[in-house]
């Protein structure tokens, strides 16, 4: 069964500099939800979106903005990077409502 | 006070040992989710509950929604079932975003 994709798998980045990360949802999947885990924390919320408009906004930073395309593939855009950026960085998918969240394998992000 | 609550925090055990981890939340949900990150990173998504109990293989989540708690158990546990379990909840006023138990880091010794 198709999962979600997530690209890229990893990512290194030095301060300042911008990174786009992409997350393909299960088909047929109309929400997708971003989530941040730094180093031995607890994933965080950033933002979610349902049918291409933002549907909840969590605590993501102002240098950060994110898009659902027609295709429904999300993309999180990060820029001004800081070394704190350095997470673990997933995508969720479900068919909208209270429906299972299926992840995708997260990208890893490094800062330096 | 954290709105989803997991005990406990680590959790060593041989294997064959009867697992059960614990999750108290304290808002008002649509679901509650029992997921599983192993070293790594990964989340795979084990229950997703409403209500009652679900059986998955070896693994059993229940949910008491008057109480507010859920549990995960594990029977007949193997080495391959260390992970962290997480228990999060959906909240029907949070446009379902899952808010996140701290969650249980679990090894079981062979």
């Known amino acids: 069964a198709a999962g979600v994709i997530q690209s890229p798998r990893h990512l290194i980045k030095e301060k300042r500099e911008t990174a786009t990360l992409k997350c393909y949802p299960i088909?047929?999947?109309?929400?997708v939800y971003w989530y941040q885990q730094g180093p031995g924390q607890d994933p965080q919320f950033l933002i979610s979106?349902?049918?291409?408009?933002?549907?909840d906004k969590g605590s993501i930073p102002d240098r950060f903005s994110a898009q659902q395309f027609s295709d429904y593939h999300s993309e999180l855009n990060m820029s001004s990077l800081e070394l704190g950026d350095s997470a673990l960085y997933f995508c969720?998918?479900?068919?909208?409502?209270?429906?299972?969240?299926?992840f995708g394998p997260g990208t890893r992000l490094t800062v330096l | 006070k954290n709105e989803v609550e997991q005990s406990p925090q680590n959790l060593t055990a041989q294997e064959g040992e009867f697992i059960t981890i614990n999750c108290s939340y304290s808002v008002g949900i649509s679901a509650l989710h029992w997921l599983q990150q192993h070293p790594g990173g990964g989340i795979v998504s084990l229950f997703m509950?409403?209500?009652?109990?679900k059986k998955h293989g070896r693994l059993i989540a229940t949910i008491n929604i008057q109480e507010k708690h859920s549990s995960l158990h594990i029977t007949a546990s193997h080495p391959r079932d260390s992970a962290v379990y997480i228990c999060?909840?959906?909240?029907?006023?949070?446009?379902?975003?899952?808010?996140w138990g701290a969650g249980t880091k679990l090894i079981i010794k062979p």
């Open positions: 969720a998918s479900s068919r909208g409502g209270p429906d299972e969240q299926f």
């Open positions: 088909p047929r999947h109309d929400t």
């Open positions: 979106f349902y049918e291409k408009m933002q549907s």
């Open positions: 999060a909840v959906t909240s029907g006023d949070s446009n379902y975003q899952l808010i």
């Open positions: 509950l409403s209500s009652g109990k």
